[in-house]
């Protein structure tokens, strides 16, 4: 597709080279330069947590920084001796 720039600040993409290219409202473009060309490139939008994760983010950025955390070796350990624990199951008791 070809268009003409006119005397306007901005340029537009058509609809169907954004469709096309997967660009939707609000994403990020990134624009680079050299002679005569202007590469367009669609960013990856940043995840950005919500206002509970970033609480709880925050809950634990604050138990580290007081050396409240476990470490990963412990935490595996843990979980391998709660998989082995497992118990012996108990007979059941008929009551008649």
């Known amino acids: 597709m070809t268009i003409i720039v006119k005397n306007k600040a901005d340029l537009v993409i058509p609809r169907s ?3 096309e290219a997967g660009i939707k409202a609000g994403d990020q473009l990134e624009f680079k330069t050299s002679s005569r060309r202007i590469t367009i490139t669609a960013l990856e939008p940043a995840y950005r ?3 509970a994760e970033a609480a ?3 809950k634990g950025e604050a138990e580290i920084a ?3 955390f476990v470490t990963l070796s ?3 350990h843990d979980l391998d001796h709660r998989r082995r624990k ?3 199951k108990a007979a059941q008791k008929n009551s008649r």
């Open 17 to 19: 080279v954004r469709r």
């Open 49 to 51: 947590p919500t206002k």
């Open 56 to 58: 709880a983010i925050r």
């Open 66 to 68: 007081r050396g409240e």
């Open 74 to 76: 412990d935490l595996l």
């Open 86 to 88: 497992g118990g012996a």
